[in-house]
């Protein structure tokens, strides 16, 4: 049986800059979503990479009196070096230098200019460099000085140039037909109404190429021109499953793709020039493109400047790989901007995976290797209660956490498996298995059983979000590498009493608060 595809990006980070926790916010999300998918029985691709062309790049390799090739090539390896340390599983990393990158972005302007939908002229107006993006005089606004700035404070200078166009006033009545057939296109949905009223104020063309600089892929026909750096970089979603030859099994299988994830900072391009371009090019729309929100650093804006940036290094040097990643998709919901502090951090952990995951897994796995002679206990006959336990463990999370990963409700999806764990502690409670130990055996078997058996389940959920820490404790309760994706999870599958268990460790260490214990010395 050949298995669906699915097909997630990230948004292909600039390599002007070092990564941040805010490029590693975007790629764990698209991270725990394709391992979600791979362990849910789907062939998946996850594309992630770097977007090395355009007048940031250009101008920040001047500055460091480096070619930009030079610098793209020093960048991209942070980028990548980036992924390993957050075990990030991505199928390609993508950069626009390639070769075959740079034709198929050629190909897809070749196909815009035969729709008629490409035109010479001239560019005047403002350019913003920090967000290669043209905006008109009404969006911007002045800063302290006086000076004229982007929506988003940067600064903008003003352009005047022979510059190709793209057809963009063509498309609104398109593109709001096609919103309106695609209602989930744009996600979260409080964010369509932004797309849709900026469409709706009416499109000017869009200046797709520049002249005064050479670090970009050239215009088809017309090489003195490069291809403004938006029309290239969107362009590495279909280049990297084959486009130009779209009889190719990447292209085929794979577009149009799920779900592109990216920065609110980012959707108007995602979810008003790309679908045009590709629809120009009688290509398919993407289903899905998701916004997802800022974060900020102890209630300030990360910036260079104020010295605040948290680096995905320090991140993990300081609380490990697997409860950054936990913390970056529990601590908000996916689509709002969230704030990076110490406190929250240590809460989160200590209270939901040291405590509550930890607890119970080391509570269990302890005593059946003191009572049960380290082997998975023999179960009785069920009561209510256990059998409650397991439903809730089994199928009815594996249901309801997939209904959360369809709509990128990571932080739900977290607290339903949270929520188990809970009901799992509080039966341990209930039960109490330490005085059935000299009571009743039998039951106190049962008992351990169904708490491993909810272990095992799990720790096969919580694979796409803590990988390490999930092995740790399906290896602790004898699960097989081949037992592992989600079909296992469930009673048809549990555990064989009698099966012999390593000798107990923990997954989730606690981390020790320094502050708090800082303050208690003081
Ligand atoms: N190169 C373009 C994207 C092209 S996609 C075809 C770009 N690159 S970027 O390096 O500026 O990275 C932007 C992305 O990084 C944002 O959309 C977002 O995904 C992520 N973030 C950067 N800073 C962020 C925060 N402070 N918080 C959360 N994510 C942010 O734009």
Redesign the pocket.
Known sequence: MTKPHFYITT????VNDKP?I??A??TIACDVMARFKRLDGFDVKFLTGV?EHGQKVYQTAHKAGITPQALADKVSVNFREMNRLLDITEDQFIRTTEPFHQKAAQALWQKMADAGDIYLGKYAGWYSVRDEAFFSEDELTKDAAGNKTAPTGAPVEWMEEESYFFKLSAWGDRLLDFYEKHPDFIQPSYRKNEVVSFVKSGLRDLSISRTTFDWGVPVPGDEKHVMYVWVD??T?YISAIGYPNTDSDGFKNFWPADVHV??K??LRFHAIYWPAFLMSAGLPAPKRVYA????MAEGQK?SKSIGNVISPEYMVGKYGVEASRYFLLREVTFGNDGDFSHTAMVNRINAELANNLGNLVQRTLSMIAKNCEGKVPQPGILEDADRELLQKAGQQMLVEVRDQFEKLQFSRAIEEFISVANAANLYIDAQAPWKLKKTDPARMATVLYVLAETIRNLGIIIQPFTPNAAQKILDQVAVGAHERNFSFIGEAHGLKAGTPLPAPSGAFPRIVDENAEEAKTA
């Open positions: 948004p292909i980070y600039y941040h805010g490029h916010y975007t977007d970089a969107l590495n990216v920065g900072d980012i997802h929100g800022w974060w990360m």
